[in-house]
């Protein structure tokens, strides 16, 4: 019996976790469909992989992040920190932009009636207080309390003093060398705990999708199609465009296909999670042992996407602010729209990467074109559907991104991982050869 279960685990164990958690999420959507409401019984379940995802996060922020300025020197520190942040604000202005025009194409909202519903929503931060919340008055509350921007901006302060410090104090050098040393065992340390927490994930994503179908129905998919479908089709338009095309062919002269392949476990995972900072875990196990990205690079950049990319963000809110724009009946003009991008890409930066984030974000750029927030309440019904859909494609961004800071400091391991297998595949179906 006992060498039965063994053989069991070892043959499930042998399917790419990929796979286990695609039939989780197809399973767990057909239950909640057949059974409905019943199946809010396995929400702990649910929870329970979202509390382990979020218990990870800023323990792999700290030690992950000061491993890989371990290995920078300050002029490194500066060209990897510039390009990443440069990259960023380039694609986040894309897809705000691409939001912006798959909006005017298709025009959503035209002809739908706001119905009732007040906007329940926090008292969204002005832009002064989002910029100012980068910096933490008291670093550890920031940690104790998951605030991602300010525990980030922190920790790269203290270890770009640490470089310095071993730098320009050479009899203090080991002693730096000590605290990255530890640092790194955390790391290590972390990415065990990361390998048994996704284990656990194909049973939580199952109950995750159970719960949420099975509670709010098929509606979670059709409510408000028409908005659904414009914000869908334009992160569908800037991952093909911005990410594969521009980033990984034209810039990183590198197979998209294989891209893809390397990314696919972070891009399911946060779907299903609708959190960036919580598939952080995921997306940087695909970093390392798929696109074979060296951690003095993804270690940065990662952390960095997971508070600061939201892609996704702009391209919704955009979006959504024109859908409310049709739905009130007072269309936005163009430079109405181009303070909508403005504000939707930097709003965007401060949006935290957690489930339910863009609706409180969305009172802001409602409040400064002067929208009512009964929209809010309005676009609540889809929210869960839009929250996957871009947190999908902010995951998505943060490895384009740091695939082509990786390229430009040579930190990319091009014959180990999908590099490779990609590359075996396509051989095989080139005809003739020498």
Same mark, same amino acid.
């Given at each position: 019996m006992t060498r039965s279960v063994s053989s069991l685990w070892r043959q499930y164990r042998s399917v790419p976790l990929i796979y286990r958690i695609f039939v989780a999420f197809v399973l767990g959507s057909v239950a909640g469909l057949v059974f409905g409401d019943r199946m809010a019984i396995v929400t702990p379940l649910g929870d329970l992989f979202l509390r382990l995802l979020d218990m990870l996060v800023i323990p792999i922020i700290v030690f992950t992040l000061l491993t890989g300025i371990r290995q920078l020197s300050p002029a490194r520190?500066?060209?990897?920190?510039?390009?990443?942040?440069? @990259?960023?604000?380039?694609?986040?202005?894309?897809?705000?932009?691409?939001? @912006?025009?798959?909006?005017?194409?298709?025009?959503?909202?035209?002809?739908?009636?706001?119905?009732?519903?007040?906007?329940?929503?926090?008292?969204?931060?002005?832009?002064?207080?989002?910029?100012?919340?980068?910096?933490?008055?008291?670093?550890?509350?920031?940690?104790?309390?998951?605030?991602l921007l300010a525990t980030v901006f922190f920790v790269i302060v203290f270890g770009i003093a640490l470089t310095y410090v071993r730098a320009q104090k050479p009899d203090l050098a080991d002693s730096v060398d000590s605290v990255f040393e530890a640092f790194e065992v955390g790391a290590e340390a972390m990415f065990v705990v990361v390998r048994g927490v996704l284990e656990y994930g194909v049973i939580g994503v199952f109950a995750l999708m159970a719960a949420g179908i099975g509670t709010e129905g098929i509606g979670v998919f059709t409510t408000l199609g028409e908005l659904v479908l414009a914000i869908a089709i334009a992160i569908v338009v800037h991952i093909g465009v911005t990410y594969l095309l521009i980033l990984m062919v034209l810039i990183a002269d590198v197979s998209p296909l294989a891209f893809l392949a390397g990314a696919k476990d972070a891009m399911v995972t946060a779907f299903a999670t609708r959190s960036s900072s919580g598939t952080l875990p995921v997306t940087m196990r695909n970093a390392e042992e798929d696109l074979r990205i060296a951690e003095r690079v993804y270690s940065f950049t990662l952390p960095v996407g997971a508070t600061a990319n939201m892609d996704g963000a702009a391209i919704r809110q955009a979006?959504?602010?024109?859908?409310?724009?049709?739905?009130?009946?007072q269309p936005l003009v163009l430079t109405e729209q181009v303070?909508? @991008?403005?504000?939707?890409?930097l709003i965007s930066i401060g949006t935290a990467g957690v489930p339910g984030a863009g609706i409180v974000m969305l009172t802001v750029i409602l409040t400064q074109v002067g929208l009512p927030l009964e929209v809010v309440g309005f676009v609540a019904g889809v929210d869960p559907i839009l929250g996957r859909i871009a947190t999908m494609n902010n995951v998505t961004g943060d490895l384009a991104v740091s695939t082509v800071?990786?390229?430009?400091?040579?930190?990319?391991?091009?014959?180990?991982?999908?590099?490779?297998?990609?590359?075996?595949?396509?051989?095989?179906?080139?005809?003739?050869g020498d």
């Open positions: 520190l500066g060209r990897i920190g510039g390009a990443t942040v440069g @990259l960023y604000a380039v694609t986040t202005t894309i897809a705000g932009i691409i939001g @912006l025009a798959v909006a005017n194409v298709l025009q959503p909202g035209r002809g739908v009636e706001l119905v009732g519903g007040e906007a329940q929503s926090q008292s969204p931060p002005s832009l002064m207080e989002v910029v100012l919340g980068i910096v933490p008055s008291n670093p550890v509350a920031a940690m104790a309390e998951g605030n979006i959504t602010v024109m859908f409310a724009a049709n739905v009130v009946g303070f909508v @991008l403005l504000v939707a890409v800071v990786g390229k430009w400091n040579d930190a990319i391991d091009f014959d180990r991982g999908v590099w490779t297998r990609q590359t075996s595949r396509l051989d095989s179906v080139m005809p003739g």
